[in-house]
């Protein structure tokens, strides 16, 4: 019965030539309540890592938050930016530890490290890499999408494109899921966010 309620979400993780697009969209809705219709699900967590959230809108903030504050802490004492994957293990220890009164939110991580990387992480902890991911209530719709259009070493343009295609097609069936969407692109220059109303 509690899980009626859980808030449903679609976000989505693609890797392209020289970068990783992530992006989200904006409802929060819990069962049949739409919350908020603007709310950001996409963050950056250092400068070439972010992270796309499905769940409990709290639990991303704080998990993205605290594994942003110790990437900045790591890269004061080595002197190096943080590689995805060392991002993406953090999140992972932290979500473990706290298996028993778990984070509810499903998170992608990508960023660049020479090359593009994807992380699926579920709220236990589990890591799993990939080129592109999808998570949330309207995770099947959008993996529908991307399994039969990615391609590898697809241009920043070609990518967007199949993000925003993949996240409207689970907008159309999903309920949870709707209101516009935010993207989030890293690649060697940094991060910039773009968001799309409709």
Request: glycine fraction near 10%; include cysteine.
């Amino acid at each position: 019965m509690a899980f009626q309620f859980m808030p449903g979400a679609t976000a989505v993780g693609i890797s392209y030539q020289g970068g990783v697009l992530l992006a989200a969209e904006k409802r929060v809705a819990f069962g049949n309540f739409v919350v908020n219709k603007n709310t950001k699900k996409t963050f950056p967590v250092t400068e070439l890592v972010g992270a796309a959230c499905a769940g409990m809108i709290a639990d991303m903030q704080v998990l993205v938050r605290q594994v942003g504050a110790l990437a900045k802490i790591r890269k004061l004492e080595t002197k190096r930016n943080v590689a995805p994957n060392s991002v993406a293990k953090l999140m992972s220890v932290i979500m473990f530890e706290r298996r028993f009164f778990p984070l509810l939110t499903q998170v992608i991580v990508g960023g660049i490290d020479g090359k593009p990387q994807i992380y699926t992480l579920d709220p236990l902890g589990s890591l799993l890499p990939d080129e592109y991911a999808a998570v949330g209530t309207g995770a099947e719709m959008a993996l529908g999408v991307m399994d039969g259009e990615y391609k590898k070493e697809m241009t920043e343009e070609k990518a967007r494109e199949l993000a925003i295609k993949a996240i409207k097609s689970s907008i159309q069936r999903d309920s949870s899921s709707g209101d516009g969407i935010d993207l989030l692109l890293i690649s060697n220059n940094g991060h910039r966010e773009e968001s799309i109303s409709f």
